[in-house]
């Protein structure tokens, strides 16, 4: 791979901003700060944030086995893989490529930054169809999305069809792994030493609990990573969220024990959807989540917000006639579910 070759002629020129905090570091609390044009009273939350966060890359570094300059977090996944676009793709003229049914943000991305999205779609077990996807890829393909799990359908995607991938393509192979913290799959993180061109992507809004923060967290190459760091805007990771972060990571037994109350949940939601006459599939999940086909899932998804349940409707996806797909929620809102499901 070219990295160089790869990155928009216009980013490579780019000279990035360089803030106060860029400019001068120091945890000395006897100095006098007077370049930021920060308010000098203090409340905890007056001065900016870390642009860096170091003590959290840091943290996810020793935590993921990489090196704190293989990491940039953003403002949720949806950020790094804008910044992604952004860095990689021109405008009128770069194409990526998706495997749908996928997470809708690839081709809103797209969209949104005028990059055409060529999407291939998954076979009818929600498997890459490799030779498929080769044909797919043109000379303005610079990246190519591979969400495993996959949402919406839940399951990791094959291992030896993702290194056939990584080895022909000359650009990014993005590999969203939003899910991963849900199975024993080992993340494609610690292949990252064996393919320049891999880009991994994880995020706290999941598995542990922290939607709510916002932080996404890429992992790459420290050349890939320098490239998007210089486009992040400045301080992009909030004060609350570099520290909520933070504990949430320290917090790691905790995490674990959720995870494993929501795969027994889901083994024990897999059970009782079974045993309804409406349902007729139940797709293999690797994540917190289960996709079903129904017999009618407009008039399901409908019946179970009469009943206060809200589920995801997936009809009219790719490969996704009839389909719904169920969030794994506590042992009480599952219960909920199942009554809900068995009255109407
Ligand atoms: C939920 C989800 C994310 C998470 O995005 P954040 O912006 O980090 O909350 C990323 N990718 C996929 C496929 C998801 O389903």
């Not at 609390?29 to 939350?45: C, I, K, M, R």
């Not at 990689?88 to 996928?102: G, I, R, S």
């Not at 520290?243 to 949940?265: M, R």
């Amino acid at each position: 791979m070219n990295l160089k070759a790869l990155i928009r002629p216009s980013i490579a020129a780019m000279k990035p901003y360089s803030s106060a905090r860029d400019e001068f570091q120091s945890q000395d609390n006897n100095l006098v700060f007077l370049d930021a044009n920060e308010s000098p009273f203090q409340n905890d939350l007056n001065r900016y944030p870390d642009p860096q966060q170091v003590l959290l890359k840091t943290k996810i570094a020793a935590l993921k086995q990489v090196l704190p300059n293989q990491i940039l977090l953003g403002n949720g996944s949806d950020e790094v893989l804008d910044l992604l676009f952004r860095a990689f793709c021109e405008p009128n003229q770069d194409a990526v490529l998706t495997l749908t049914p996928t997470y809708g943000m690839y081709g809103v991305l797209a969209n949104l930054n005028a990059i055409e999205n060529q999407s291939v779609t998954l076979n009818s077990m929600f498997q890459i169809k490799i030779d498929d996807v080769l044909k797919a890829i043109q000379p303005n393909t610079k990246m190519i999305f591979i969400c495993s799990p996959n949402n919406p359908s839940g399951n990791l995607l094959d291992t030896k069809a993702i290194e056939i991938i990584l080895k022909a393509f000359g650009g990014l192979v993005v590999i969203d792994e939003a899910y991963i913290d849900f199975t024993d799959a080992n993340s494609w993180i610690e292949r990252l030493p064996e393919f320049p061109n891999l880009v991994v992507t994880q995020t706290l809004s999941k598995a542990y609990g922290l939607a709510g923060i916002r932080l996404g967290i890429c992992y790459a190459s420290t050349e890939i990573i320098s490239i998007l760091n210089k486009i992040k805007p400045p301080y992009n990771i909030n004060l609350l969220t570099q520290n909520a972060a933070f504990e949430g990571i320290l917090n790691q037994e905790n995490t674990k024990k959720q995870i494993d109350i929501i795969l027994s949940e889901r083994e024990k939601l897999i059970q009782n959807l079974n045993n309804l006459s409406f349902v007729k599939t139940i797709f293999p999940s690797d994540s917190n989540f289960i996709l079903m086909r129904v017999d009618d899932a407009n008039m399901r998804y409908t019946q179970l917000i009469a009943k206060g349940i809200i589920v995801r409707n997936r009809h009219g996806q790719p490969l996704c006639d009839d389909c719904l797909r169920i969030t794994v929620g506590t042992p009480d809102e599952n219960l909920k579910l199942i009554q809900a499901l068995q009255t109407i």
